[in-house]
């Protein structure tokens, strides 16, 4: 396109205002109304070659103008210098907006239903709801997934005012079924959107029964807008998996899916300008995207579809992990190796400066959040907002501890009960939570526990640390037992004088000196003779996780220490 006009800079756009009129059945004769022979109208052509001859063609026939105005598809500007070219760009765009704002002023907004009513059920935060839903919809998703190589999604929700609005209104209406609001979103967010109605918080089994015959509906449309389409094409293409990216949910606003939080986030953004081009689009006119035609072919040209990559997905992509006491040694370098695996984090701690600097470096979407593993709602509220924030659970590790030094004979009672409430009844608060989470998802999980092999070999002025850590030991062994049949996998790591919170330098310095061995010593004083890093600890939590038929296991990484061996 770019060789056909002689104007030597070029700006394209599909800025909402711009698109807003170009989904018009008169979007002609909106561009003359509006911007005059400034800009050329031209009906939509697919890109390539088609298009590049009729841009010549009209540029041709009209050489005074400054810019393109493509019906369904967006704007092009042109001019000898950059700045010029680039003004003309912002000065269209401005002047779509200000007559889709008189218009909208003159018409009091007659066409957008419910667009002023924000609709909680039974008074529900939407926070707290979307944690509810969020579970379920993952849960759905995987089920009409088999035949996908990953059945687990990543959720990303619009819950703002506007999204909720809009999710109660206009997008519950035929118009949101119309299409994309320009032909290459439909690779991001399919061409239309699942619509499920309101959840009530009282019966969310119910309305997941409802959401499963949705999507079996959807499914079964998109399958025969692929036959329909493909055999149009010659029958020479491959269908695309049929499930949808975003879901119009009542009450809660948009939620937006991808095998990764980086695709939910896209389908996200792209839905978000879905929207305001739809209701800016009714405001002055009636919505009429691309035709079905004209969106497969978009969807299914190879230069679209190259877009999105053929990258080969990492292991664990798609999955959830939380991992607390995360901003710590241990937890830190779980996280990383995770997020290394290509999951989605989720980084618990009391510090939660600690926290925030860990997924500052894992980057992405990584989640810091605050939580006292010791306090019910902290933990509540921490899972609530990774559901939220992700859509669900799928891998926990429960590492957070504290090691307090002391013989029993002469430990204060109070001393004993505080490592009790770290070391058991926490890890119990963080397992029932996460477990909860994994049952509504339907997809298994593994409950990855930090024990220590004190559970296992004593050692002697650590007798609230060994005792606690044996109870715990019990605890995921209990809950192995109980959830096998639920698919969720519970195994536990025991290491041995890792440097961390728990054995700082100042510790291994005293313990080294007590047995009159050097510090490197002391930490190599194993059959391997090497000393066992986080690091180490943490690959061990990455393996136990992708063991998909191994429950109930300890995995001991220490260098070898016969005492500690499990017999």
């Known amino acids: ?6 104007a030597k ?38 890109p390539g070659f088609a298009l590049a001859q009729a841009v010549a063609k009209a540029c041709e026939a009209h050489p005074e103008g400054e810019g393109l105005f493509l019906s369904k598809h967006g704007l092009f500007t042109f001019a000898d210098t950059a700045r ?45 709801l979307i944690a509810q839903v969020a579970p379920y919809l993952r849960a759905a998703f995987a089920r009409f997934s088999h035949d996908l190589p990953n059945p687990h999604w990543i959720f990303n929700v619009r819950d703002g005012a506007s999204e909720r609005a809009f999710a109660s209104g206009l997008g519950a209406t035929d118009v949101a079924q119309r299409g994309v609001a320009t032909p290459d979103h439909v690779i991001r967010m399919k ?15 119910g309305w997941a029964r409802v959401m499963d015959e949705r999507l079996a509906d959807f499914t079964r449309k998109y399958h025969a807008y692929f036959v329909r389409n493909n055999r149009r094409a010659g029958g020479i293409k491959r269908e695309l998996d049929q499930l949808p990216r975003v879901a119009v949910i009542p009450g809660v606003g948009l939620a937006c899916a991808g095998h990764s939080a980086r695709e939910a986030s896209i389908a996200a953004d792209l839905a978000q300008q879905w929207m305001r081009v739809m209701t800016d689009a009714e405001a002055c006119g009636a919505y009429e995207p691309v035709g079905e035609h004209d969106e497969f072919d978009m969807e299914y040209w190879s230069l679209e579809q190259a877009k999105l990559g053929k990258r080969a997905a990492r292991p664990l ?44 470096e894992i980057g992405g979407f990584a989640l810091a959040l605050h939580c006292d593993v010791t306090r019910e709602s902290d933990v ?13 659970v799928d891998i926990v590790v429960s590492n957070a501890g504290i090691a307090l030094p002391g013989d029993l004979l002469d430990l204060p009672e109070a ?3 505080q490592s009790f409430e770290v070391n058991f009844f926490a890890h119990q608060r963080v397992a029932r939570r996460a477990v909860t989470i994994m049952r509504q998802q339907g997809m298994g999980g593994a409950l990855l526990f930090n024990v220590s092999k004190q559970a296992l070999n004593p050692g002697r002025g650590f007798g609230a640390y060994g005792t606690s850590k044996a109870a715990l030991l019990a605890l995921a062994r209990q809950y192995a037992v109980e959830h096998g049949a639920d698919g969720i996998r519970v195994n536990v790591v025991n290491a041995d004088h890792i440097r961390s919170g728990l054995m700082t330098d100042a510790m ?32 061990a939590f990455v393996l136990s996780a992708q063991l998909e038929k191994t429950t109930g296991n300890i995995m001991t990484v220490d260098g070898g220490n016969v005492a500690a061996m499990p017999r």
């Not at 205002?17 to 909106?30: K, T």
């Not at 499920?196 to 009282?202: E, F, G, I, N």
């Open 508 to 539: 291994i310095a005293r313990r080294a000196a007590a047995r009159g061995v050097s510090e490197a010593e002391y930490l190599a004083g194993n059959l391997l003779k090497r000393e066992v890093t986080a690091e180490d600890v943490a690959q």
């Open 9 to 46: 800079y070029i700006d394209h756009s599909h800025a909402l205002p711009i698109l807003a009129l170009a989904d018009q059945a008169a979007s002609e004769a909106l561009c003359r109304k509006i911007f005059g022979t400034r800009l050329i109208w031209l009906p939509y052509v697919m």
């Open 1 to 6: 396109l770019h060789a056909y006009v002689k």
């Open 415 to 417: 001393s004993l009960r």
């Open 84 to 128: 010029d070219s680039y003004e003309r760009t912002i000065e269209f765009t401005t002047m779509a907006e200000d007559y889709i704002a008189a218009q909208t002023r003159a018409r009091h907004g007659a066409h957008l239903p419910a667009v002023t009513t924000v609709d909680r059920p039974n008074d529900a935060e939407p926070g707290k």
């Open 380 to 392: 509540t509220d921490a899972f609530d907002r990774v559901a939220s924030h992700f859509g669900g």
């Open 317 to 360: 992509e798609g999955r959830v992990v939380v991992v607390t006491g995360g901003g710590g040694g241990i937890g830190a370098a779980t996280a990383r190796a995770f997020a290394a695996q290509g999951a989605e984090i989720a980084v618990l701690d009391l510090n939660e400066e600690a926290a925030q600097r860990v997924a500052q």
């Open 191 to 205: 061409g239309r959107p699942l619509v499920l109605p309101r959840p009530d918080p009282r019966d969310l089994p």
